[in-house]
């Protein structure tokens, strides 16, 4: 089992940033590919951000495309993402998850580990 704990989320006026940031705890971590995805106030889940165990592959949803940056520390079982030039859109309950495998995806149902999710508000 991987445990995953998000922090980082907050309310933020439009134009700001913020960084999130997942801890991962239990079963090994540097060999998972881990993601970011997002559920919008009424919304379906959706994919913002992927990154391969090794930090040198990551996608990213259109929308969120050279504003937000996932990165990631394996020496300390750590995922982020930098969030940049917010908008209302972004608003949602952002979770960290991790795979079984090494290379990014950005298909939800391809992970298997979840956290429990940290809100990020973005006010106009």
């Known amino acids: 089992q991987v445990q995953l704990v998000e922090s980082g989320g907050g309310l933020v006026q439009a134009g700001g940033s913020l960084r999130l940031s997942c801890a991962a705890s239990?079963?090994?971590?540097?060999?998972?590919?881990m993601g970011w995805f997002r559920q919008p106030p009424g919304k379906e889940r959706e994919f913002v951000a992927t990154?391969?165990?090794?930090?040198?592959?990551?996608y990213y949803a259109d929308s969120v495309k050279g504003r937000f940056t996932i990165s990631r520390d394996n020496a300390k079982n750590t995922v982020s993402l930098q969030m940049n030039s917010l908008k209302p859109e972004d608003t949602a309950v952002y979770y960290c998850?991790?795979?079984?495998?090494?290379?990014?995806?950005?298909?939800?149902?391809?992970?298997?580990?979840w956290g429990q999710g940290t809100q990020v508000t973005v006010s106009s």
């Open positions: 998850a991790g795979r079984g495998r090494d290379y990014a995806s950005s298909s939800l149902n391809d992970y298997t580990y």
């Open positions: 990154i391969s165990w090794s930090g040198g592959i990551t």
């Open positions: 239990g079963r090994t971590f540097s060999r998972r590919a």
